[in-house]
Each structure stands twice: as C-alpha cells, then as structure tokens.
C-alpha cells in the first residue's frame, strides 16, 4: 500500500533532477517544493531564483507566489525581474520548472487561454509571468503536470512558452539559444523526456501501479517509448518527512 500521494511523487521526482551547485528558476507551487525539497536533501548549494527578483533565498516555509516576501527571505541578492530574466539571457539559468494548461508532444505550454479566439477564450487563464523567458533562454525546462488528456494536447490553444516549437532544428532556427529546451516531463504517471532528432516526448520511466496503455491512454497525441523504461522510484521515508514537517506542514500543496 503507498504510503504518499502523487503530489508528494512528483515533487520528490523533479527534486532529484536538480543538481547540486546549479541555478533554477523557480515558479510558486510544485515546483519550488521541488526547489525546496532538493535544497534539503541531494542539492543544498542549489540557487533558486525567482522572476520577481528574490536570488537564493533560504525559503523559510511555502510561500503562497513568487510575490510572497518569502521568497526574498535571507536572500543573496533582492533583486528585481529585470535581473532575473538578464541572468536567464547570459546562460547562467540551468533550469526552469513549469506547469501548464495544455502541453503538446515537442513541450511547447499554454498557460495564457483555451478556446479559439483570444479576445474571447472559454477559459482566460493566468498568462505567461515569466514563463516564457525561463522556457526560452534557461538550459533545461521540467514541466510538471498531472497527466490527463485534456492537457497533453495534439495542439494548443495558444503557445505561451516555447517547447521544442515543431521538432527537429526548429527551436535553434526560431533563434532561441542552441542546446536548450525542455528536458523532463513529470507526472503522477509518468516521466518523459524528447527523443533526440525529433525532440517528441518519450516515457523513459513509469511510475508505481501504472503501465505504458495508462499513460497512453491519458495523453492526447502518440508517445514515444524508450527502448529501456524504468520504474520511478517512490519517495523515500527521509523525503516524505521533509516535505509533510518542514516544507510544507499545512499541506497547502501536498494536500491538493
């Protein structure tokens, strides 16, 4: 019987993909548990940067955005986003992570609106903060999302930050820097990354309980499979402890 939810999975899973030593920028949520929880455990030189200007800051508690003073607390350096995002275009951002409404097969995200017309869309959602300019300009982007077919999309409504835009070469011929995009995909079924030439999502590892047809069968577009997948290892006793008693007690995102 599991002893964790798959919000507390995913976040133990995205906190191993951060180095020790490296930069990230950092959204509210998920994912700056994930910062948070690699600072505590495999990454404690971890920089976490947020777009409103706080730059490794010792995050006492989860803040409630990136604008919570918390995210500037004991921080290196009270910045402001110019600076942030001038850091993300010199390269010296390596990771990003970032959620969505919709997420396509080469990892390009919507999170601006659904529908087909944007001055009248079905659903308005927040927009981009500073998601394109992580997408764009940091070395690798995690996406983290819960895995539904109305979110990973043949097409999205709108492309708010860039993925691997068609395939191929077509990121670098756009102009965005070389060698940079999106890297991971995590779920609470599954982790994927983008196959080599045709940068096309690909499940390289499944998580506890579920199979290949689940995750395919909540995915909107065809997935590539690699040739080796894993089984996702679960949280650790050490990591479900850090999160329910120091990141998070209230359970404000491990809860949801």
């Given at each position: 019987m599991k002893n964790y939810n798959i919000m507390e999975l995913m976040i133990c899973v995205a906190a191993r993909e951060l180095g020790?030593?490296?930069?990230?920028?950092?959204?509210?949520?998920?994912?700056?548990?994930?910062?948070?929880?690699a600072q505590k455990t495999l990454a404690p030189?971890?920089?976490?940067?947020?777009?409103?200007?706080?730059?490794?800051?010792?995050i006492p508690e989860m803040p409630v955005s990136v604008g919570d003073s918390r995210t500037f607390h004991k921080a290196v350096r009270a910045g402001t986003m110019f600076e942030v995002m001038q850091a993300c275009s010199?390269?010296?951002?390596?990771?990003?992570?970032?959620?969505?409404?919709?997420?396509?097969?080469?990892?390009?995200?919507n999170s601006t609106m659904l529908g087909s017309d944007y001055r009248k869309p079905a659903v308005r959602l927040p927009g981009s903060g500073g998601s394109n300019d992580f997408a764009s300009l940091c070395w690798r982007t995690i996406i983290m999302s819960v895995q539904e077919k109305s979110r990973f999309v043949p097409t999205l409504d709108?492309?708010?930050?860039?993925?691997?835009l068609d395939?191929?070469?077509s990121r670098a011929a756009s102009g965005l820097p070389a060698d940079c995009g999106p890297y991971r995909v995590i779920t609470d079924m599954a982790v994927m990354d983008f196959e080599q030439e045709s940068k096309r999502m690909r499940v390289i590892s499944i998580n506890p309980g579920c199979t290949f047809d689940d995750v395919q069968n909540n995915c909107g577009f065809e997935l590539l499979k690699a040739r080796k997948v894993f089984t996702t290892k679960p949280p650790t006793v050490m990591e479900l402890r850090i999160l329910r008693e120091e990141i998070d007690p209230e359970r404000t995102i491990i809860g949801r």
């Amino acid at each position: 019987m599991k002893n964790y939810n798959i919000m507390e999975l995913m976040i133990c899973v995205a906190a191993r993909e951060l180095g020790n030593g490296r930069t990230a920028g950092i959204g509210s949520g998920a994912p700056c548990a994930a910062a948070m929880l690699a600072q505590k455990t495999l990454a404690p030189h971890l920089v976490i940067m947020f777009e409103s200007g706080g730059i490794d800051p010792l995050i006492p508690e989860m803040p409630v955005s990136v604008g919570d003073s918390r995210t500037f607390h004991k921080a290196v350096r009270a910045g402001t986003m110019f600076e942030v995002m001038q850091a993300c275009s010199r390269g010296m951002v390596d990771y990003a992570i970032l959620g969505g409404a919709q997420i396509d097969l080469y990892g390009n995200i919507n999170s601006t609106m659904l529908g087909s017309d944007y001055r009248k869309p079905a659903v308005r959602l927040p927009g981009s903060g500073g998601s394109n300019d992580f997408a764009s300009l940091c070395w690798r982007t995690i996406i983290m999302s819960v895995q539904e077919k109305s979110r990973f999309v043949p097409t999205l409504d709108f492309i708010t930050a860039p993925g691997w835009l068609d395939g191929g070469d077509s990121r670098a011929a756009s102009g965005l820097p070389a060698d940079c995009g999106p890297y991971r995909v995590i779920t609470d079924m599954a982790v994927m990354d983008f196959e080599q030439e045709s940068k096309r999502m690909r499940v390289i590892s499944i998580n506890p309980g579920c199979t290949f047809d689940d995750v395919q069968n909540n995915c909107g577009f065809e997935l590539l499979k690699a040739r080796k997948v894993f089984t996702t290892k679960p949280p650790t006793v050490m990591e479900l402890r850090i999160l329910r008693e120091e990141i998070d007690p209230e359970r404000t995102i491990i809860g949801r």
